[in-house]
């Protein structure tokens, strides 16, 4: 009973991960695997979460594998990065992040990424997809400056659609208010 | 006999039956030549008006739909019609007959002792609502002169527990009702005509540009890039305006309404979006923080004659054409808070229309009367109907319901 749950629980985790929420696991599980290995266990996990009926067996072993990459999402190197109120310049603290993902990308050379551009609520729905779209246009010319190739990155802008937080505090607002990058599928 | 019916598909094809069975059988009486009250003039008399149900049960339900629809305006004071000061009598009397309801109305000028309208409306029993705000637009040209917006709607993006949907309600926030959740859809706009929704909306990670027929439904596919597409407004000769990042940067762009003749009028390394033609098409407003901070500028339609026309704050976003084209609405940041401006066009002239917590996505009503906005004045999100004349603010949508972005339908037929 408690082993279901707890399944359920990281399941529904996962889930979410999957959908939208942080940056995928598998880079960081997998970081000096070949990028073969990495789609492979992409695959795994998609297949997985088709499945309906699990046998027991396989549910311990699903437990394992996604406590670990619940763990692994805690250190992955797709950070956010940040930016200030209107701004879609790259800030000194956004600097090292996109220097790992850049640096990740260069040992993992058959693996593209989606970069999304977020907004804080303030301001108007519009402007701020447009500001979101600078905001990930600004990521990938960082990464681009570093050497990654600009046709391994993809840029979509969310504006205010889709906030991590919707409290009205500077703190909220300032998770939003990020470059956030994920792999292509 | 004239007949009212909701069904959505079938509205055009009724409203035209409407419009001839009107003019042939209807016995109706308009005194136009007095002017009871002038809604352009600046200092608003509310006008004392008397509302008197007799007949069936039906009779109630109309009257009060009616009534609210005058009270709404902010234009009318209803009086008990037991209390002398009604200086305007509205008498309405239903009958039914199998699943159709038939009002007789009468409108009496008590100051001169003369009917300004008279009329017979009939309508199928479950289309009460329309046939109601049907009656208030002939009460309200017969002491006006002027269209009544009674059976205009809005579209509005409802957040319902977290899922955006495109919907439309009555001008009154009745009649609600989801026409789109295909993605997440963003700038919304209506077709001069009333036929059409064009928006954007985001699949498989990319904004494409759709136009929605309201008669069916149906969705077509106008524009897409890899990038960044927002949709603008429509010209009344039906293309549209829109911002589109497929050069790099959001420029501005107009095509056909069918995604045909995509042609680019701006070029600028900002950001340059939210267009909207001017009512009459010569024109187009636009947001551009081509000048170091977001603000609304003007240009002519090809493009050429590009200007600034707001100063005041560094921030000021979403504009919105007055149907007679004098005017912008927009939204301008003031003490960390977004609030609802005007602007005059030609003069500069400008006012602020809201004070109080967030105000947002202004959009004028036909008659230029009101706007609709979304605040966050009492807490969530809703949808509110302001005066521009100010003092008169109106939440339309239930309270603690979510929903955002209202974009105010032309007159409907």
């Known amino acids: 009973m408690k082993k279901a749950l707890i399944f359920l629980l990281i399941v529904f985790a996962v889930g979410c991960q999957k959908k939208y929420v942080k940056a995928p696991s598998e880079p960081v599980k997998t970081e000096s695997a070949a990028p073969a290995e990495v789609k492979a266990a992409a695959d795994k996990k998609g297949a997985a979460e088709e499945k309906i009926y699990p046998k027991s067996a396989e549910i311990k072993r699903d437990v394992l594998e996604k406590k670990e990459e619940v763990a692994a ?12 109120f209107d701004k879609y310049d790259i800030r000194a603290d956004a600097r090292p992040v996109l220097e790992g993902i850049a640096l990740w990308l260069k040992k993992n050379k058959d693996v593209n990424i989606v970069i999304e551009g977020h907004c804080d609520e303030r301001g108007t729905n519009e402007y701020n997809l447009a500001l979101g ?46 470059a956030h990058t994920t792999l292509q599928r | 006999m004239k007949e009212v019916r909701s069904q959505k598909s079938e509205v055009r094809i009724f409203l035209s039956v409407f419009c001839i069975l009107y003019s042939v059988f209807c016995i109706l009486t308009f005194a136009y030549a007095k002017v009871y009250i002038d809604i ?7 006008l004392p008006v008397s509302f008197i149900p007799a007949g069936q049960a039906e009779a109630k339900e109309i009257t009060e739909i009616v009534r609210n629809d005058f009270d709404f305006t902010g234009m009318f004071s209803p009086v008990d019609a037991n209390i002398p000061g009604a200086e305007v009598k509205i008498s309405i009397e239903a009958a ?31 289309s009460l609502r329309l046939l109601s705000h049907h009656i208030s637009n002939e009460i309200f040209k017969a002491i006006t002169g002027q269209n009544g917006i009674f059976r205009t709607r809005l579209s509005y993006i409802a957040n319902i527990s977290g899922k955006k949907e495109l919907h439309l309600m009555d001008w009154d926030g009745h009649n609600d009702r989801d026409i789109g959740s295909r993605g997440l859809i963003v700038s919304h706009n209506w077709s001069s005509g009333g036929d059409y929704l064009t928006y954007s909306s985001e699949r498989n990670k990319e904004w494409g540009i759709y136009l929605l027929t309201l008669a069916n439904y149906k969705e077509t596919f106008l524009f897409s890039s890899r990038e960044l597409n927002l949709a603008g407004g429509f010209s009344p000769s039906g293309s549209i305006v829109f911002s589109s990042s497929r050069d790099g940067s959001p420029e501005i762009y107009t095509m056909n309404s069918d995604g045909s003749n995509v042609k680019k009028l701006t070029r600028s390394i900002g950001i340059d979006v939210s267009p909207a033609f001017s009512p009459d098409g010569s024109q187009i407003a636009f947001v551009s923080d081509r000048g170091g ?61 809201t004070d109080k917590g ?15 906005l979304d605040s966050d004045r009492e807490g969530a999100k809703g949808i509110y109907i302001i005066h521009i004349k100010g003092g008169w603010q109106k939440r339309i949508t239930p309270k603690g319901m979510r929903a955002a972005t209202p974009r105010w339908s032309p007159y409907l037929k």
């Not at chain 1, 600078?134 to 802008?157: E, N, Q, V, Y």
């Not at chain 2, 003490?335 to 401006?341: A, C, R």
């Open chain 2, 293 to 353: 901070t977001p603000q609304i500028y003007l240009m002519n339609s090809d493009g050429s004659g590009i200007r600034r026309i707001t100063f005041e704050g560094n921030y000021n976003t979403s504009p919105s054409w007055s149907p007679d084209g004098k005017w912008i609405a927009y939204v301008g940041r003031k003490e960390g808070l977004n609030q609802i401006f005007i602007v005059n066009t030609d003069t500069g002239d400008a006012g602020q229309l």
């Open chain 2, 40 to 46: 352009t003039s600046p200092a608003l008399r509310k």
């Open chain 2, 96 to 126: 039914v007959s199998g699943q159709k309801v038939t009002a007789s109305v009468a409108v009496m000028d008590l100051l001169e002792n003369t009917e300004i309208l008279k009329g017979k409306y009939t309508a199928e029993k479950t």
């Open chain 1, 73 to 84: 999402k805690e250190e992955s190197v797709f950070k956010d990065a940040l930016f200030d």
């Open chain 1, 133 to 178: 779209e600078k905001r990930a246009k600004a990521a990938k010319d960082f990464l681009s400056a570093l050497g990654i190739s600009a046709s391994r990155a993809k840029t979509i802008s969310y504006g205010e659609e889709k906030p991590l937080c919707s409290e009205q505090r500077e703190e909220c607002y300032q998770r939003n208010r990020r």
């Open chain 2, 358 to 372: 967030n105000n947002e996505s202004p959009s004028f009503s036909p008659d230029g009367m009101f706007i609709a």
